[in-house]
């Protein structure tokens, strides 16, 4: 580990301080510059060893959140109709959320309280501890996460096949051909990996051999690479007919199924009806090109096949996520240098994994009303409706959000406000008043990340190149904001229940799992990374360990064939041909956004309208032209929309980004164009799919009816492209 000078500055203080991003899992190391107390400008940090002087235009605009006019830095309690609040102080609304708390619990039982964490506080080591702690100390089962709209089912396949929830990810160091599955990592930085220099390692990988992109949308990954633009939501039967040709061709790695897996004859006989032609009507690649992609990938040594959100949310999600992962183990990419498997980061266990706890295994906590399963102890977020306003035991009476919007962010969300009138009690802690926190009875104000302390110790495990950082924080907390630990652990104080959870701090917590992890016998410990202010690269190899240890099964063997599997194959067999002739609606993510959260940052706004992309031949058919607003219609619901045409997308496709639509208490972002998504998504727990609660956000059918503006009175003969 290279050992790097320490700059030592308080929080606060004028001058240079280095700490690292947290919107997004890349991490990337930045610096940044307080003048007069406050943060005057945020740069990349070219001395972190593991970004490198990377980072995104999303990076800089944190100093604009902290410093947000619009940003709530003191508790507010509500008293009037959503949106209506004063100010208060910290001791009247923990004094007052604690006895209510406490009331409903006692008077309906643990499962009367709800949790919803975001993906912002997720980012940061204290605040999500703080969340899982408060959830232990409350008894909480009901936990609503932006799972189910993101990685519930690719948890699931892990769980299936693994007997663990740890991800598996591609070497991209090493590897030479590279099969990109609903990825756009150009745009998103990766995800469940973490590479923060992406670029550069597809870049090489390009150079070296082969980077494929699979994607109904030309994305600015596929646009630099090759592209195969497969319809949306039939990534399945792409992989199932690759898988077919391997299996049927003798392919596959004979000798690692043999020594490493069970069900390996039950899935090769289920899915070899799967054929290139079967498949071609369904995916629209044709057979001889899905042929060959199967074979260059099974017969290039060095390869890999990586998914990401856009084969999570289909109609067979978690089957393509088996499939996805069965893909890599059967032709014997499995923990192999190029290939995929495990990390090996600060904090990987030395011990051998021993399986998953019950409440984090598939149904431990399932919808009392839809029965619905949870997936690694997260409830899918179709139920929370279902759950706040069908009365009997375990209706959701008290509910805290953490760091989410999922009136935006959920599908159905547009209806959970009359879910939120029927609760007891309902507390939010986030920067804003948003388009959720408004109907809370308190709003408690949080620190941003550059106002806390934090180590980057979640991410650790599945980072391509392993990566240590602890980092100060920049400047104390704006006004009475205060970090998620600090509010929690002292309303569970209050409560009488902190003695058994709160026992230690978030960073005493990391210390010791550093030292009982694998790196811990070399000196990893948080008193060395507070040592090494841009931190430090874990030099010990990818694949130094015995990956039979991190698997959960109690015979330490992959396991290729599931009940679930079975059952979600011959669902898929029975599947009839969906509307050629129709539209279908994939998301799609732009470098300025995420998600909802940063839309009242002007710089990053002020020329991002979205847009539908819909390719000119399907505009034609339906006479809209450029620029059109349009009525984007389903079954669920309709908004309207601006349309821009673009042969980017193939034609079938349309593609419209999620977040927008703002009607909260921030400025900027009530001002910006758009719609809410979700107000269309599929919206009732029978359109989820039913083995992983995941909810159905791409490739579902749309109508579109021109609303105003121009409008073809004729058809186009010739369309420019």
Known sequence: MKQRSRIAIEPGQDGD?????????????????????????????????????????????????????????????????????????????????????????????????????????????????????????????RHYTPGSEDIASPVLATELMFGTHAFVFPDLVACDHLIVFGSNPLVSHGSLLIAPRFREDLDAIAS????????????????????????????????????????????????????NCTGWEAFAEAIIWITPEVAESRCGIGAEAIRK?????????????????????????????????????????????????????????????????????????????????????SQPSLTLFEEMTTPGEGQIKSLMVVGANPVMSMPNGPRLPDGFAQLELMVALDLYVNETS??????????????????????MN???????????????????????????????????????????????????????????????????????????????????????????????????????????????????????????????????????????????VRNDEPRLLIHPADAEDRHIADGSAVIMRSQWGEIEVTVSLTDEVRRGCVAYPHGWGHAGGWNRANRQPGANLNAITPSQPEMAEQVSGMSWLEGFEIDLIVAAGPQLAEPLIDQAH
């Open 438 to 459: 408004r109907h809370a009875d308190y709003i408690l104000p949080v620190t941003t990340a550059l106002e806390r302390a934090d180590i980057n110790q979640f991410f």
């Open 208 to 259: 070296r051999g082969r980077v494929v992109v699979v994607d109904p949308r030309r994305t600015e990954t596929a646009r630099k690479y090759e592209h195969v633009p497969v319809i949306p939501d039939s990534d399945v039967w792409l992989i199932g007919a690759l898988l077919q040709v391997i299996v049927s061709e003798g392919l596959e790695a004979k000798q690692f199924l043999a020594e």
């Open 462 to 604: 599945h980072m391509v190149r392993p990566f240590a950082q602890y980092v100060d924080a920049v400047i104390p907390p704006v006004g009475d904001a205060r970090g998620e630990f600090d509010i929690l652990s002292e309303l569970a104080e209050r409560m009488g229940k902190a003695d058994q959870y709160f026992t230690r701090t978030p960073f005493e917590i990391a210390d010791a799992e550093l030292r009982a992890g694998v790196e811990g016998q070399d000196g990893l410990s948080l008193e060395r990374l507070k040592a090494e202010t841009h931190g430090i690269m874990i030099e010990r190899g990818r694949w130094a360990f015995d990956f039979k240890k991190r698997i959960g099964h109690a015979d330490r063997k992959i396991h290729l064939w599931s009940d679930v599997s079975a059952s979600e194959i011959k669902r898929l067999a029975a599947a009839p041909e969906r509307d050629r002739n129709g539209l279908r609606l994939i998301n799609l993510r732009k470098l300025r956004c995420i998600n909802s959260w940063m839309h009242n940052v002007e710089k990053l």
């Open 293 to 377: 992609l199967a074979r260059d990938f099974a017969t290039t040594p060095r390869s890999a096949a990586m998914g990401r959100v856009g084969i999570c949310r289909g109609s067979y999600s978690t089957l393509t996520n088996i499939f996805l992962n069965s893909l890599n183990v059967i032709a014997g990419k499995f923990h192999t240098a190029g290939g995929v498997g495990w990390g090996h980061g600060g904090s990987a266990k030395a011990e051998q994994v021993r399986g998953i706890a019950p409440g984090a295994a598939l149904g431990g906590h399932p919808s009392r009303v839809s029965g619905l399963p949870s997936v690694w102890g």
């Open 17 to 141: 301080h280095v700490t690292y991003c947290r919107i997004c899992e890349a991490l990337c190391g930045m610096v940044a510059t307080v003048k007069d107390g406050k943060i005057a400008k945020i740069r990349p940090d070219h001395d972190n060893p593991h970004s490198q002087g990377h980072i995104c235009v999303k990076g800089p605009a944190l100093a604009d959140i902290v410093h947000d006019q619009d940003r709530v830095t003191f508790p507010m309690k509500r008293v009037g109709g959503p949106g209506e609040f004063v100010r208060t102080s910290w001791d009247e609304a923990l004094g007052d959320i604690a006895r209510r708390l406490t009331s409903v619990r006692d008077q309906y039982g643990p499962q009367a309280f709800a949790m919803n964490t975001g993906n912002p506080p997720s980012m940061g080591w204290p605040s999500a501890m703080a969340n899982a702690l408060f959830q232990q100390a409350m008894g909480c089962t």
